[in-house]
């Protein structure tokens, strides 16, 4: 704006239309002259995604496949309750870490997101929750495809962008990880007060690594020395992610492992029945072993919650729509 000599207050337009209205393109900020909004088209993107399929749940769960420019597909998911919207968010198109119940493993890493690819997804999903419930998007949480922290220039690019533009509460913005050590200390050196989850699913190391590659090259002590940190500089709750697989990782005396390895630490776990994916032989356990599993943590003085399974009927979980359609 200053570049072109325009009046100051054009800029305050501009942040109004792109942040607080959610514009795709320019050109919906009609409060701006034609030539401006012309010139602006013509030097910046806002990165409009296309959305390739909406898939709706009978449990109100939705499901975006966003066509990016080159071709790529992306999900992110809207998961209504009665008092809150919660937005997963991916941070890569596939994944190469290879966790053997995730789907979005199953297809690889295709390459990276933009900070602009992820605050997209939460732009143009908010605008969709907006005009399907009128609600707005309350909390957000990259939980979709990808690793966020094997991605963090972007990321963090774009919570710059969701906090410091779109103006989403720090507390209210969560940052899921398979235990990338460094990754998890650069978020920490962050002023803001990002929640952090950690996708745990085994607190033995061999059984962690059977599941989880990345356990080789961060095994749990290092990867806990690292959210001890954490919750020290943050002074957060940290959040533990764990998929109960049946047979694999749901004998209740791995509950009391995993009481042990968070001793000393703020914590909630969250209990995952795993949602099955196309083509491998892993099934959710029974609810009888889940209620086990969550009983014997309790026992023990750890916070716990079982999530109930969403949107299994649209292929809700990370990385399973794409997967089908391809």
Known sequence: MEARGEPSYRTEQLRRWVFD?????FDEATTLPKELRSALGSEFSLTPLEPAHIARSRDGTVKHLWRLEDGEQIESVLIPTSDRLTLCLSSQAGCALGCVFCATGHFGFRRQLSASEI????????????SEWTRAVDNVVFMGMGEPLANLEAVHGSLDVLHGGFGVGARRITISTVGLVPGILELARRPEQFGLAVSLHAP?????ARLMPIERRYPLPELFEAIREYARLRGRRITFEYTLIDGVNDATALAGQLALLMRGLSVFVNLIPLNPIPYVDLRPSPPERVAAFAGALRARGVETAVRTPRGRDIAAACGQLRLESE
């Open 21 to 25: 209205r959610k514009a795709r393109s």
């Open 119 to 130: 605050a997209a997804q939460y732009r143009d999903a908010a605008r969709f929750a907006r």
């Open 204 to 208: 033995d190391h061999d059984l962690r």
